[in-house]
T-cell receptor, first 111, second 113 residues
């Protein structure tokens, strides 16, 4: 079945770049998403990429997609303490299907 | 309101009781999703609606779980004979179209004692 895997923790210093990685199994994935969840809050969509793209940049965020290896990454430039949160990778398979989420990567940013 | 609203935000119940969790989606959003998030886990898909009908209920864990969306807007997730393992945060999300981005509410935290 479909599966999304992420590393569980990442710790960086303020000002450094953070790279969060994700692998997925569904080769028919159409869209891939990154969501952010802060303590006690709902999931907030950060960015997404269509499966026929290999890169998308949005201000401090860069998403890289390697469709051959089914690998997705999120790079956060100039990481700030406010970026500390759990980051979820999610994939959508065929149109009309629900998002499948990974377990989340906890990003800890120290000053 | 501007976002997805879920009530109650917290619910504590005893094993064996019946609970209802409500979701008010963003106005005009046709797709509505329910997910369950246990501690340290990602959201786990339960069911999604397109309009009034359940388009995919393959994530419901067993027949104690049921959801409705009678008028194509508000949805209620119903859990019968609750068990301690049902304790989790139940997340609702809505989307303007079937393959659009999901907008999540803050969740209903269910604790079964």
């Amino acid at each position: 079945g479909e599966d999304v895997e992420q590393s569980l923790f990442l710790s960086v210093r303020e000002g450094d770049s953070s790279v969060i990685n994700c692998t997925y199994t569904d080769s028919s994935s159409t869209y891939l998403y990154w969501y952010k969840q802060e303590p006690g809050a709902g999931l907030q969509l950060l960015t997404y990429i269509f499966s026929n793209m290999d890169m998308k940049q949005d201000q401090r965020l860069t998403v890289l997609l390697n469709k051959k290896d089914k690998h997705l990454s999120l790079r956060i430039a100039d990481t700030q303490t406010g970026d500390s949160a759990i980051y979820f990778c999610a994939e959508r398979g065929q149109a009309g299907t629900a998002l499948i989420f990974g377990k989340g990567t906890t990003l800890s940013v120290s000053s | 309101g501007a976002g997805v609203s879920q009530t109650p935000s917290n619910k504590v119940t005893e094993k064996g009781k019946y609970v209802e969790l409500r979701c008010d989606p963003i106005s005009g959003h046709t797709a509505l999703y329910w997910y369950r998030q246990s501690l340290g886990q990602g959201p786990e898909f339960l069911i999604y609606f397109q309009g009034t009908g359940a388009a995919d209920d393959s994530g419901l864990p067993n027949d104690r779980f049921f959801a409705v969306r009678p008028e194509g807007s508000v949805s209620t997730l119903k859990i019968q004979r609750t068990e301690r393992g049902d304790s989790a945060v139940y997340l609702c999300a809505s989307s303007p179209r079937v393959s659009g981005e999901l907008f999540f509410g803050e969740g209903s935290r269910l604790t079964v004692l």
